[in-house]
């Protein structure tokens, strides 16, 4: 009769269990989706007035960034930067501390740091920050997904929160861009790296090169016909991958070292004149930029991937947009550099393109996009999947796969330890 009764407690725990992750799930996805509709509305903001009066807005540009790193500054110091690198210092404290209930309710995932994170980040865009959304939608949902499981303890008190906190990182991943599978592996790669971590080179490596070779002997074929694409060279894209992949390798770790460390470039150690001082210089970026290089750059992104001609971004774009999003963020407040990146590499090589005068030129601004998000974040698997989800290019998959694997590498010399792990482990977790 007990173990009768036990199972009973036990399955009913499992539905409480359950029943808790599809409902911080389903609040992930709406906030996720009201968080993009505030972000949207503001960087719409910001190009209204630009565009009518350039000169005022960039007058406040200054004032906005000091007002967005003020409030983490007063409100919410975990709020500060992307958001990812905060929840991997919360799943080491997991680690350490198991289901203490100190660790449930850490500032690193609070609703409190969650709400100055949206209005912080809001504020940056609103003042032409070159910031993104989804790093922050990480940490977001996972303080959703923490607040959850913390009341579910109170029924089933073994629920683990580094497995509550990895399932709302991912879901955050996938919320913010759309893209499932990407969430997949980015809880696989960034937040639970230490048991793929080894592997994860060899295995790019191993299905880059067999891929390769079969489809040189067998021909680019599909194991269940040929659906009609847009015809793609292999060889062709291969070969721009390399140079591509090189610079974008090359740039990204660099970009991912001056993020490390705010020493190499002399910014002020006062918080509030730092972030006037690198609203002054995004402000005067801006205005040579005719405002593109504000926000996470989706809007210049996208409107020249779906241009019908071979319309891209004018050759200074990613340089201007690289300068912009380090300003940005090194200024302290609350705000990716996912689509940042994203948009940094395309810019890439949409350039590579232009100055080489090779005609494939989206197919070079895609592999940008992988290379460069490669070189930064160090997580190649994520990076070919995000991109490939977002553009449905399946057929680009091991140009993908080549560029992302040689970017990583490349950008391992300039940063030994992936970004995000690098600032987690900074704070003193690691």
């Known amino acids: 009769m007990e173990k009768v009764s036990a199972v009973i407690i036990s399955n009913r725990q499992k539905t409480y269990l359950h029943a808790s992750i599809w409902v911080a799930a389903a609040l992930v996805g709406i906030t996720a989706v009201l968080y993009a509709k505030l972000i949207s509305w503001s960087q ?3 190009l209204d007035v630009f565009a009518t009066h350039p000169y005022l807005i960039s007058f406040s540009t200054p004032l906005l960034f000091l007002a967005a790193a003020g409030l983490v500054q007063k409100f919410a110091m975990e709020a500060k930067g992307s958001g990812i690198p905060q929840v991997l210092e919360a799943i080491d404290l997991a680690k350490e501390e198991g289901n203490g209930h100190t660790v449930w309710r850490h500032q690193l995932v609070s609703v409190r740091t969650a709400f100055i994170k949206i209005i912080s980040s809001s504020v940056g865009i609103l003042g032409g920050a070159s910031i993104g959304r989804e790093g922050p939608t990480v940490q977001l949902a996972a303080s959703g997904f923490a607040w959850i499981g913390n009341q579910l303890r109170k029924i089933y008190p073994n629920a683990d929160f580094q497995s509550f906190l990895t399932a709302g990182a991912a879901a955050g991943v996938a919320a913010a861009f759309n893209t499932p599978l990407a969430g997949v592996t980015f809880a696989i790669e960034e937040v639970a790296e230490g048991a793929f971590g080894p592997y994860r080179q060899f295995v790019i490596l191993g299905v880059v090169i067999a891929g390769i070779t079969a489809q040189g002997l067998a021909g680019d074929y599909l194991y269940f016909g040929h659906p009609i694409i847009q015809e793609q060279n292999l060889i ?11 610079l974008g390798g090359l740039l990204g770790g660099i970009f991912a070292r001056i993020l490390s460390s705010s020493s190499f470039l002399p910014l002020p150690k006062k918080w509030w004149i730092k972030a006037l ?6 402000s005067a970026i801006g205005l040579i930029g005719n405002g593109n290089t504000a926000g996470s750059g989706y809007e210049v992104t996208r409107h020249s991937l779906e241009a019908l001609g071979n319309e891209t971004p004018v050759l200074m774009f990613p340089v201007l947009k690289f300068l912009t999003t380090i300003l940005s963020y090194l200024s302290g407040m609350a705000g990716g550099i996912f689509s940042p990146c994203l948009s940094i590499g395309a810019g890439i090589g949409f350039s590579f393109a232009a100055i080489t005068h090779i005609s494939s030129v989206k197919a070079c601004a895609l592999l940008g996009m992988v290379s460069f998000f490669s070189g930064v974040v160090q997580a190649p698997l994520t990076a070919v999947v995000i991109v490939m989800e977002m553009t449905d290019q399946h057929a680009l998959i091991l140009p993908f796969m080549a560029a992302a694997f040689l970017a990583q590498t490349i950008g391992k010399r ?10 987690a482990n900074r704070s003193g977790t690691g």
């Open 236 to 246: 062709n894209l291969l070969a721009a991958a390399i140079p591509i992949s090189i």
């Open 277 to 282: 001082l690198c609203g002054v210089i995004c």
């Open 44 to 46: 719409g903001l910001y």
């Open 414 to 423: 300039f940063m030994p330890v992936p970004l995000y792990r690098f600032i």
